[in-house]
């Protein structure tokens, strides 16, 4: 068996950080986090289409739109682990950490196993 082949190329993952409001409260604002990315072939670098992207512990994943762009909104601060997987591809894991509001650029390609 092949083994997983993940690069840090490919997939962009951007942070955003956005406050819920708290009128009148003297509590900190609650915050949140919003991951996006877009995922390649390793090979050609084309977009990919259809790719399953999973927050691994949480019940969420987004599949990739035409362009290969991806996005979940409305995250808690912390880190995640991410499996990114395709028919036909070597199933790719990494970990981002989202637990401070700075942006983030990652790439990751993922494999032909063709």
């Known amino acids: 068996m092949k083994a997983i ?3 840090l190329i490919g997939m962009f993952i951007g942070l955003q950080v956005s406050f ?6 003297t ?10 990315g877009k995922v390649l072939d ?8 259809g790719v399953m992207v999973q927050l691994d512990g949480l019940d969420q994943q987004v599949f990739s739109d035409f ?13 995640y682990k991410i499996t ?3 028919i036909s591809y070597e ?3 990494l970990e981002v950490d ?3 509001p700075t942006e983030k650029q990652l790439k990751v390609m993922l494999q032909n196993v063709n």
Do not use: H, M, R, Y
């Open 5 to 7: 082949i993940i690069l």
């Open 20 to 25: 819920a409001g708290n009128e009148g409260k």
């Open 27 to 36: 509590e900190a604002p609650a915050t949140t986090t919003s991951l996006s």
């Open 42 to 49: 390793k090979i050609t670098g084309e977009t990919l289409a």
């Open 67 to 79: 362009d290969g762009c991806f996005s979940f909104e409305n995250l808690k601060p912390a880190e």
């Open 84 to 86: 990114v997987s395709l």
């Open 91 to 93: 199933t790719g894991q």
């Open 98 to 100: 989202l637990s401070k």
